[in-house]
């Protein structure tokens, strides 16, 4: 294992503070106000235990129900992401460290790690999983989802059976009592191996208590309720040949997203294909991705590593459970930060060091400036639903949002403009003709 280093610590802590720290004065947005603000088995420890059987994400709650009894308030919420963000950074650090350590060029590869972790630390593409309180979904599964991985990777190496048989699958438990798109990780624990040169099938004597824990995850979902009715509204929501094409439109999309952070958007107004040849270039751009991982296998694993995780984490398990919302920034969270180790290390092998440095440091400071930038669009809901309107003018939700923000703010003729949008976008929307109604009764 590698010994404790204080500096990356320190650069990590240094980089996210100076991204995120005009993150903190921003309001609650959107599903805030459904999750927590208006929420009330979140508003105490009774409450929130009451409910723990017959609700979903328990451990996500918790720290929702631990934010709101504290009574710091909103910024209370935004500190506990920020930290929730840089323990994730730490993670990234080590597990590039991890990754690195099993390339035979580990010796030109030493500033990877770091790099890497900063570039993770203040990319505009997080900015929906950490300045959104709701994205702490995200961040939050992500920080057991890593650390799962960083103890089996430390349990093999160091044949650690109390990392590797208590420690992994433990913290195997509490991603999934955050996000159910956890169940993932017995697959990532194979795409890691099979990587990074291991045997798949000695590996998998050793991810037997996380392919346990996936047995378990998986009958109390099939038994529960709640995530039965979510499961069942997902499968009505398209047929398979739509939401492929769907979904490989939607990948496409992220990756541009994640590629040119330039119109990072809350609520993209994504379509909804019904027939695959709907989706044809970006099923193009996707086998030429596969292609990529093919050819670059033996001498690159660290493009293949890349490519596999991203896929792993956005493709197959939305084709059987479709997305309400076809696609969502924070998934980009966890799915992506491979790339940044391939990236960074294709850097580090083309460039001298000197010019390396002056790369990261200018990609660090325009990526930082991009995420301030994005933060002040969280400032309050007019500010985010306004940016979003103008990102997607067609989309009905959006511009009720707007609207929404509009009435609370009491600026009335401009929320009744918004709602008469929506409505023309799509006649059908309730919500829409609700606000108006509400709107209509006021003196």
Not at 131 to 140: H, K, P, Q, V
Request: hydrophobic letters at 50%; aromatic letters at 12%; one cysteine or more.
């Amino acid at each position: 294992m590698h010994e404790p280093d204080i500096k990356p610590v320190l650069w990590l802590t240094l980089a996210v503070c100076l991204a995120y720290a005009n993150a903190l004065t921003g309001d609650f947005q959107f599903d805030d106000y459904n999750v927590i603000v208006n929420e009330t088995r979140v508003h105490s420890w009774f409450n929130w235990f009451t409910h723990l059987t017959n609700g979903i994400r328990p451990l996500l709650k918790f720290t929702y129900t631990l934010n709101w009894t504290l009574g710091a308030g909103v910024i209370g919420f935004h500190l506990t992401n920020l930290v929730i963000h840089l323990i994730n950074c730490f993670l990234v650090y080590r597990l590039t460290q991890e990754f690195v350590s099993q390339q035979w060029q580990q010796a030109k590869l030493q500033s990877v790690p770091l790099f890497t972790a900063l570039l993770f630390a203040v990319h505009p593409i997080h900015t929906e999983a950490v300045t959104y309180i709701c994205g702490r979904s995200a961040s939050l599964m992500a920080l057991f989802y890593l650390a799962a991985l960083l103890c089996y990777v430390s349990g093999r190496t160091q044949q650690n059976k109390m990392l590797l048989y208590i420690a992994t699958p433990l913290l195997f438990v509490l991603a999934l009592s955050v996000k159910e798109t956890a169940v993932t990780l017995p697959l990532a624990l194979l795409v890691w191996e099979v990587c990074c040169g291991g045997r798949w099938k000695i590996s998998l004597k050793q991810m037997w208590p996380s392919w346990g824990v996936l047995l378990a995850a998986v009958i109390v979902f099939l038994f529960s309720d709640s995530y039965v009715s979510q499961m069942q509204r997902s499968v009505s929501f398209n047929d398979m040949q739509g939401n492929t094409a769907t979904q490989l439109a939607a990948f496409a999309w992220l990756m541009r997203q994640w590629a040119l952070p330039l119109w990072l958007n809350i609520d993209p107004d994504l379509p909804l294909l019904k027939h695959f040849p709907d989706a044809l270039w970006p099923f193009v751009f996707f086998i030429a991705l596969c292609v990529s991982l093919l050819l670059c296998w033996r001498k690159r694993p660290w493009i293949s590593f890349a490519l596999v995780w991203l896929i792993l984490h956005l493709i197959p398990l939305y084709l059987l459970l479709p997305r309400i919302d076809i696609a969502n920034e924070r998934q980009l969270y966890l799915a992506a930060w491979p790339l940044l180790i391939a990236f960074v290390i294709e850097l580090t092998l083309w460039l001298d060091r000197r010019i390396l440095s002056m790369v990261v440091a200018a990609l660090v400071l325009a990526f930082t400036s991009l995420t301030v930038l994005r933060n002040q669009t969280y400032a309050n809901e007019i500010a985010l639903w306004q940016d979003t309107v103008q990102k997607s003018p067609h989309k009905a939700r959006v511009h009720n949002n707007l609207g929404c923000a509009y009435l609370l703010a009491h600026r009335n003729e401009e929320a009744r403009r918004e709602f008469n949008i929506a409505l023309q976008l799509d006649p059908q929307l309730t919500k829409a003709i609700n606000n108006l109604h509400q709107l209509d009764r006021i003196p």
